[in-house]
């Protein structure tokens, strides 16, 4: 959302009875009358850092943290156990990706594509256990961000908190191309109270698929960051792949049993993979000339609590990649130190909706992984995709 902006008016209500309407029933705005425009407007700082947000590494005296600018700028990660004294310092690195690298539309789409500017990733390392931490991201001639805080964890922490949900999406207040989701400024404000009830407790924040729901319309990449930025800054936020990240006409597992689509607009799960740095597998690109597919699954304890993270939208079934790393992961993991296991993926594998392709693909789940899920004893699996509140008795 980096350039700049000219702000029309246009005449479109009541709209014409033939007017399309979005998922909400209400009108998509009418470009077809425009009765004025607005003088050019213009960023003050195109490099300000903005779209701060942690992960977990496999370093328990880590934090890492992406943040994003327009341009290619070097800038750097200060921090430190006092806010008027930030230290030390980790240089950043920096990535990008181009409307080339999308797959369809509307992701590859004049309307649904904005330049995402430069995501910069950096480590703050040697950090002392259950200590409140401040830092801040960016450079001298950019500037820099606000101080953020964050606390971290004991080395054998004797409790686990953890703020796990799905579909979240983002919000805009305005009519825009696309449905959006007003729920998601709730689920910002419940997340918010329940961090400031848990005060300095460590904790992580899971959203297990369909995160940002930008599909294709890259600027909700842009206005999801912004939103969860308030949380994501301070706590370190874990994400698992969804069909709306991900699914799209050509990907290369599609067996004649999943419902996959073009639930992805057309992303292919190209903004997933390069503005989150999980632990996660990779799934190569068929081409030289696009990004690979990363953060797709993977592992980390945090606390008493082995959390695993899979992707229900690559190949699972039984001699894959994905299946074979998730028998070794949940055979190696050491009950003694972390005695629970917690997975989560996108589609469920339990479900009372009734639709057929759904039934199809929960059947899947239930015949090639839970035999896996019962064996190591997992303790609670947690799915997202059906908007509604289930949950089963124990196995």
């Given at each position: ?125 040697e950090l002392e256990p259950r200590v409140r931490y401040f830092y801040q991201v960016g ?194 993991t050491n009950r003694q130190k972390a005695p629970f296991i917690v997975l989560q993926g ?50």
């Amino acid at each position: 959302m980096r350039a700049p902006y000219e702000f029309c008016l246009f005449r479109g209500f009541p709209p014409p009875a033939d007017t399309a309407l979005d998922k909400d029933s209400l009108p998509i705005p009418s470009t077809v009358t425009r009765l004025a425009v607005s003088h050019v407007v213009e960023f003050l700082n195109y490099n300000e850092p903005t779209q701060v947000h942690l992960s977990l590494t496999s370093n328990p005296i880590e934090m890492a943290v992406m943040y994003v600018t327009k341009e290619p700028v070097e800038t750097s990660v200060r921090y430190g156990k006092e806010s008027d004294n930030l230290s030390h310092t980790s240089i950043a690195s920096g990535h990008t990706y181009e409307q080339k690298d999308m797959c369809h539309a509307a992701a590859n789409s004049s309307l649904g594509w904005r330049d995402p500017g430069y995501t910069h990733f950096s480590k703050m390392t040697e950090l002392e256990p259950r200590v409140r931490y401040f830092y801040q991201v960016g450079n001298t001639e950019s500037g820099w961000s606000k101080i953020f805080g964050f606390v971290t964890s004991e080395i054998n922490e004797a409790e686990t908190n953890a703020l796990l949900f799905g579909d979240m999406g983002t919000y805009v207040p305005y009519k825009t191309f696309n449905w959006v989701q007003y729920e998601s400024v709730n689920t910002m404000k419940w997340l918010q109270r329940d961090l400031e009830e848990l005060g300095t407790k460590p904790t992580l924040v899971s959203p297990i698929g369909d995160i940002a729901y930008a599909r294709g319309y890259s600027w909700l990449w842009d206005c999801f960051f912004q939103q969860v930025e308030p949380v994501a800054a301070s706590t370190p936020w874990h994400v698992c792949i969804g069909n709306r990240e991900y699914n799209f006409p050509s990907q290369p597992f599609k067996p004649d049993w999943a419902p996959y689509g073009k639930d992805g607009g057309g992303e292919c799960g190209v903004p997933y993979s390069m503005r989150f740095a999980m632990l996660g597998w990779t799934l190569p690109a068929k081409t030289t000339n696009v990004p690979d597919t990363k953060n797709l699954y993977y592992s980390l304890d945090s606390g008493v609590v082995h959390f695993v993270w899979i992707s229900t939208e690559t190949d699972f079934t039984p001699g894959s990649d994905q299946y074979n790393w998730i028998a070794e992961d949940l055979k190696n993991t050491n009950r003694q130190k972390a005695p629970f296991i917690v997975l989560q993926g996108h589609k469920p594998m339990y479900s009372i909706d009734n639709k057929a392709m759904r039934i199809m693909f929960t059947t899947k789940l239930i015949e090639y992984l839970e035999p896996l899920l019962v064996e190591h004893k997992v303790s609670l699996a947690l799915w997202g995709h059906v908007h509604k509140y289930e949950r089963t008795c124990p196995l």
